[in-house]
């Protein structure tokens, strides 16, 4: 019989940090504010309709439409997200982008963190590379969340690495 608390233990995460975009209008409210502006934009377009210009109905239709383009963008990335977790000797970076997932396993000890500054009116960018694979990270972060989260790992992977 085998004794597994060594290797449940070594299975432990160390660290898990999951990222998600900003989703600051809940389903139910984007489209409550689509509708009231669906029923503002008909209004006054049809009310400048009636006094003859016409030509406000297509452009208000195509303002709608592009708004409800927009929402549905907004909508179909709500479940987005940027999961890390370091556990035992690997590091997983794990990344959903609508319906598609990414997932990228490290060695946690050859990983290297490359952090790139800032460059004018740009923001500061961080990417995982290791025996030629190479993944960023930070999207849904800003610079100094982003700068944070690599300090983090350089403690967890590479050199930093302590069994």
């Given at each position: 019989m085998k004794?597994?608390t060594a290797?449940?233990?070594a299975e432990?995460p160390?660290?898990?940090i999951?990222?998600?975009?900003n ?6 409210k984007?489209?409550?504010?689509f509708?009231?502006m669906?029923l ?5 377009s049809v009310?400048?309709a ?11 239709g195509?303002?709608v439409?592009?708004?409800g383009w927009a929402l549905?963008?907004?909508s179909?990335?709500?479940?987005d ?10 590091l997983?970076?794990e ?7 990414s997932?990228t396993?490290f060695?946690r000890?050859w990983?290297k963190?490359?952090?790139l ?5 740009g923001r500061?960018r961080?990417?995982?590379?290791s025996?030629?694979?190479e993944?960023e990270?930070g999207e ?5 969340e982003?700068?944070a ?5 350089k403690?967890?992977a ?6």
């Amino acid at each position: 019989m085998k004794d597994n608390t060594a290797a449940d233990s070594a299975e432990i995460p160390q660290l898990i940090i999951v990222t998600r975009p900003n989703s600051s209008l809940p389903v139910a409210k984007r489209l409550l504010f689509f509708m009231v502006m669906l029923l503002l934009s008909m209004v006054i377009s049809v009310g400048f309709a009636l006094v003859g210009a016409w030509l406000i109905l297509p452009f208000s239709g195509l303002e709608v439409l592009a708004l409800g383009w927009a929402l549905y963008y907004i909508s179909c990335h709500d479940n987005d997200y940027e999961s890390i977790v370091v556990s035992g000797g690997s590091l997983v970076v794990e990344k959903r982008s609508h319906r598609s997932i990414s997932r990228t396993e490290f060695q946690r000890y050859w990983v290297k963190v490359v952090v790139l500054p800032a460059s004018t009116g740009g923001r500061c960018r961080v990417w995982l590379r290791s025996g030629g694979k190479e993944v960023e990270l930070g999207e849904f972060v800003n610079d100094e969340e982003r700068m944070a989260l690599a300090d983090r790992l350089k403690l967890q992977a590479g050199a930093g690495y302590r069994d």
